[in-house]
């Protein structure tokens, strides 16, 4: 019998894995599919966003999923200790915008691998191909690991790493939350994040703008009483069927949240172009440009003000013959122009599916779980970590570092508790 039975080979399961066995535990990992962290290898564009260094402030303002519920996970095993724990293996890390921490040779692999050979010298079993079918308990404590195959595994400690329900492809599809339903836990309600937004507007159903990126702009999205709800800054892209890339994920929670608040078909966004600047700057802007190249044409004057399929698109908006000589457009066009910019706005009316999003939103409530040790307060020897949790960040590595953050705690507090009793 093994000390403790850690279920899903994600970066939460691989670090429980990890923070059990250095502290003395067997442990045995099972994992349905026929490889671990397969997640993990297609994270941060497939280089593997292994964590971010921003300090534990920042750290916790880009986990709005119950982000202060992780200062206690991180006061066990943070971010800091994430980059000692690969340097340490001798994984280089490189730091880059926003603090993503990615390897030196942008090969998740390598991370993948380093895992698994730290997991393997620590003498863990690993049993790919395994699916867990449930888990059994006594009426206060852990009982066993009930296999699909019929398999039987009597155990002190389980912990449950098996994901949210998002890219289903890579084994998380949700198994974990009935499990901690039988335990007992509230499981609060799973919604997509991290996730493209969809929209109807018409110059999305043309795909007019589909494949325009527009860089370090600002992103809002509005109540229906037009109050902010939430602004977001960074890049962004035009797609078939709405906006994606950075700035539009941070920004697609509240979408999910403010569509389902106010029961409304949809709500509204707006692009800011031109986030340093004030309306009013960018208006005397245009009309310094105008005054210093009268007779060129509206459409040659302002090449290279913004990008110039977003400018066409504008032209023909506001009805502007970009082909006039700039002297010829009125103040008000201008005016509309710098407008147009600044408050770009789009009716969104949802997202794509949770199974198309990067991150699951909701999960196991943490008011349930112990926060310095990640166990269940209705079941003894019951722990979770990873994304199975009501706990979600921003991409930009902040969910691995949760996954790694809980995971490691959970496995030592599992440990300690499996070998003391
Ligand atoms: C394309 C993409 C890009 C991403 N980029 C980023 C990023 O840049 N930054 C960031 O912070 N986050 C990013 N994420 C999110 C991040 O990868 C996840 O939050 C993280 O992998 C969650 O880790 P986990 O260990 O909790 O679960 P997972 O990685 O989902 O692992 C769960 C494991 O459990 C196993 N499992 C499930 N059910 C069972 C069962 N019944 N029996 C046995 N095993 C089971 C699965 O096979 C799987 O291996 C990205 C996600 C995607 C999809």
Excluded at 70 to 98: A, C, T, W, Y
Excluded at 190 to 210: C, G, M, N, R
Excluded at 262 to 276: A, C, K, N, V
Excluded at 371 to 391: A, H, W
């Amino acid at each position: 019998m093994h000390d403790v039975i850690v279920i899903g080979g994600g970066p939460a399961g691989l670090m429980a894995s990890i923070g059990a066995a250095s502290h003395g535990a067997s442990v045995l990992l099972l994992d349905k599919g026929d490889r671990l962290g397969r997640k993990l290898a297609i994270s941060g564009g497939g280089r593997c966003n292994v964590t971010n260094r921003s300090p534990l402030d920042v750290l916790i303002a880009n986990i709005p999923g119950n982000g202060r519920f992780m200062h206690s996970p991180f006061s066990v095993f943070n971010n800091e200790d994430i980059i000692q724990f690969f340097e340490g293996l001798g994984i280089e890390l490189k730091e880059e915008d926003r603090g993503r921490m990615f390897p030196v040779n942008d090969k998740a692999a390598t991370v993948v691998e380093t895992l698994l050979g730290q997991v393997k010298a620590l003498g863990v079993e690993i049993r790919t191909n395994t699916a867990v079918r449930s888990v059994e308990y006594t009426e206060d404590a852990v009982s066993q690991v009930l296999l699909k195959d019929g398999g039987q595994l009597p155990t002190k400690a389980v912990i449950i790493a098996t994901g949210g329900k998002s890219v289903p492809h890579t084994g998380s599809t949700g198994d974990g939350y009935p499990w901690a339903e039988k335990a007992g836990h509230t499981i609060t309600e799973l919604y997509p994040t991290e996730v493209p937004i969809t929209s109807d507007e018409p110059f999305i159903k043309a795909k007019s703008l589909q494949g325009l990126s527009l860089r370090d702009i600002e992103l809002t999205v509005f109540n229906p009483k037009g109050k902010k709800i939430i602004t977001h800054e960074g890049d962004m892209i035009f797609t078939h069927f709405g906006i994606s890339g950075p700035a539009a994920l941070r920004c697609s929670q509240f979408v999910v949240k403010a569509l389902k608040k106010f029961d409304t078909p949809s709500i509204r966004m707006e692009i800011d172009l031109f986030p340093q600047q004030s309306e009013e700057a960018l208006f005397q802007q245009l009309l310094a440009k105008a005054k210093q190249e009268p007779k060129k044409s509206l459409k040659n004057n302002l090449k290279g003000f913004a990008p110039e399929r977003f400018l066409l698109f504008l032209y023909e908006r506001l009805q502007l013959d970009s082909q006039l000589p700039s002297s010829t457009v009125s103040h008000d066009h201008w005016r509309a122009l710098a407008h147009s910019c600044k408050h770009f706005s789009i009716e969104v009316n949802g997202t794509l599916s949770i199974e198309k999003a990067f991150v699951t939103g909701g999960g196991v409530s943490i008011k349930e779980i112990e926060p310095k040790t990640m166990q269940s307060r209705k079941k003894n020897g019951l722990y979770f970590c990873g994304e199975v949790l009501d706990i979600h960040g921003y991409t930009g590595g902040y969910n691995i570092t949760c996954a790694f953050s809980t995971g490691y705690t959970a496995g030592k507090s599992a440990a300690e508790q499996a070998i003391h009793n």
